[in-house]
């Protein structure tokens, strides 16, 4: 619901600052006093199409804002969470227009593209006017007030998300058969690859193992002969480093006196004499059971080549050659009746297509039954609306090209036919401005109980009518308004005597500048509006106490 508007330096409004209330709001005021100007602001803050000449003169930029609260408006409240701009239950649009001709967009202080604007704007007013841009002239909100209608709203997203899965199949599947020959020849070659890996079956660290088995076995001989001759130095040759060590210590033992100070550095000698025996003796051990096997070289070597040789094949590190093994497999898999084999997705792209036409068809027979309803209950408005001669039909015609859609079975579009005999038509073809408006406010009526848009804003929909059709239509307006809320612009004093709030526009000239006013007016002051709207400026007090009659009236029609 639209909680205030705050217009800045727009047309000729310096700073108009508007309070709003469910129900029906009514704006009138002299013809060029500035009507318009709350209309096209909450169109701007809609995010329509901007223009550099609306920026009063003199100002810099004009400024557009506008709170709603979105308690109640589910559709908005998920779509601000989804885009990370909730701010409890309220939201506030904003718009910001140089004179150059640049505007900006905010959402609850937030910058946004203008296209944000339009979506979530679109879920929180909705505008009927005369102009070709209005929503009633766009088969996609035929759809939508329909399946609302029909409570069919679970319903068709169901079919859409039904259409999307097999869409997103059919796609892959498209791809996959317009490249058949390319990807068999994969196929093949994924084939010859695997099988080779498979062959070659690495293990993990199979090849540092092989490398260092390589090492050791390539240096088996210069390793046995080192170790001999250590042997020999150790132990055996003459003289060998353990005889050596053997002659120094009798040297000390037979020194002609006791040397007390030579006792450890002989202790040490005698210990440095066994461990050159035991080294000796397991270099020897080592030498003779050393593996210096040639043929087990040569095998090593060979495993090590054929490594290196797939990993140059490949174009890849020899260590990575296990990852790309599995790589491969999986590919090989996907390619060969797996999850995207040509076969399986042929499969899934007819399961899903089954599926979807279940929903699309549960879809039609709740729309083809709604249909009927909706044509009645709007033919009985139109008649209220003296417009009995016009029939209204909703037309579901079955899609041209086979094959899911997104929409289901059918397009939905409203025609009418405005005189008997004639065929129906689209409404853009056919509607006037001031028909359209009032079809329009028919539609809204019924559709009201299931709409999810709370404001609705009627732009002059007294066009070309009077009398006891005006009060109806103020009475219609009044229904919707008991539901949500209704904002119009009207010229008529039989709509303004019936609603809730009702707000004055007005303009003044000061030190040669123009400006407009808008103001909520009280008891007295609707009563005089309306006696203005009956009777021009000359208020009598015939026409005083007629519109004082009148706003009673429509006042406690509705008690």
């Known amino acids: 619901m639209l909680n205030q508007l705050i217009v800045s330096n727009y047309a000729i409004a310096e700073r108009v600052e508007l309070q709003f209330r469910q129900g029906m709001t009514t704006l009138t005021g002299e013809t060029g006093a500035g009507k318009s100007i709350v209309l096209d602001a909450l169109s701007l803050v809609l995010g329509g199409r901007a223009d550099a000449g609306a920026v009063r003169h003199g100002a810099k930029r004009a400024d557009i804002t506008a709170s709603f609260d979105v308690s109640r408006i589910p559709e908005a409240t998920s779509w601000l969470e989804a885009h990370d701009l909730d701010d409890d239950s309220e939201c506030i649009l904003r718009r910001v227009i140089s004179k150059d001709g640049r505007s900006r967009a905010y959402i609850n202080g937030q910058p946004c593209p203008l296209a944000d604007l339009r979506e979530l704007g679109g879920q929180l007013m909705d505008i009927h006017s005369q102009h070709q841009h209005q929503s009633l002239l766009h088969k996609e909100t035929h759809r939508k007030l329909l399946d609302e209608f029909a409570d069919a709203q679970i319903l068709a997203e169901e079919t859409r998300q039904a259409w999307k899965r097999w869409h997103q199949t059919q796609l892959r599947l498209t791809e996959l058969q317009s490249n058949h020959d390319e990807n068999e020849a994969r196929l093949q070659l994924l084939r010859y690859q695997v099988e080779e890996l498979d062959r070659l079956a690495l293990t993990d ?288 004093a039989q709509v303004a005597a019936q609603a809730h709030q009702h707000l004055f526009v007005s303009k003044f000239s000061e030190k040669d500048a123009t400006f407009s006013r808008i103001e909520t007016l009280t008891e007295d002051g609707r009563v005089r509006e309306v006696a203005r709207m009956l009777g021009g400026v000359d208020m009598t007090d015939q026409t005083l106490a007629h519109a004082q009659e009148m706003f009673q009236k429509g006042q406690a029609t509705h008690h």
Request: hydrophobic residues 40%; negative net charge.
């Open 205 to 492: 660290d199979e090849i540092s193992t092989l490398e260092q088995e390589q090492a050791h076995l390539s240096h088996a001989e210069a390793v046995m002969q080192s170790c001999h001759k250590a042997s020999l130095l150790c132990s055996e040759d003459e003289p060998s480093a353990a005889a050596l060590v053997r002659q120094a210590v009798q040297m000390i033992e037979q020194l002609p006196v006791e040397v007390p100070q030579l006792n450890d550095t002989l202790q040490m000698l005698t210990d440095a004499q066994i461990q050159l025996d035991e080294a000796g003796n397991n270099l020897r051990h080592f030498v003779d059971d050393y593996d210096a096997d040639p043929a087990k070289l040569e095998q090593v070597e060979e495993r090590l080549s054929l490594i290196y040789d797939l990993a140059r094949k490949h174009r890849v590190n020899p260590q990575e050659l296990t990852a790309l093994h599995n790589q491969l497999a999986k590919e090989l898999e996907a390619l060969d009746g797996g999850e995207g084999s040509l076969e399986k997705l042929e499969a899934d792209a007819e399961q899903l297509s089954l599926l979807w036409q279940e929903k699309a068809d549960a879809l039609t027979t709740r729309r083809e039954a709604a249909a009927t309803q909706l044509d009645s209950r709007i033919a009985e408005e139109l008649v209220r609306l003296s417009m009995p001669s016009v029939q209204f039909v909703t037309r579901l015609a079955r899609h041209e090209k086979s094959g899911p859609s997104p929409l289901g079975n059918e397009d939905i579009e409203f025609l009418i036919s405005a005189n008997p005999g004639q065929p129906a038509r689209p409404l853009s073809k056919v509607a006037s401005g001031g028909e359209l408006s009032r079809i329009s406010l028919a539609i809204q009526v019924v559709v009201a109980q299931t709409s999810t848009i709370p404001t609705l804003i009627f732009d002059e929909v007294d066009v070309g009518i009077g009398g006891g059709t005006a009060e109806v239509v103020g009475r219609l307006l009044r229904q919707l308004g008991d539901n949500g809320q209704v904002i119009c612009v009207t010229h008529l």
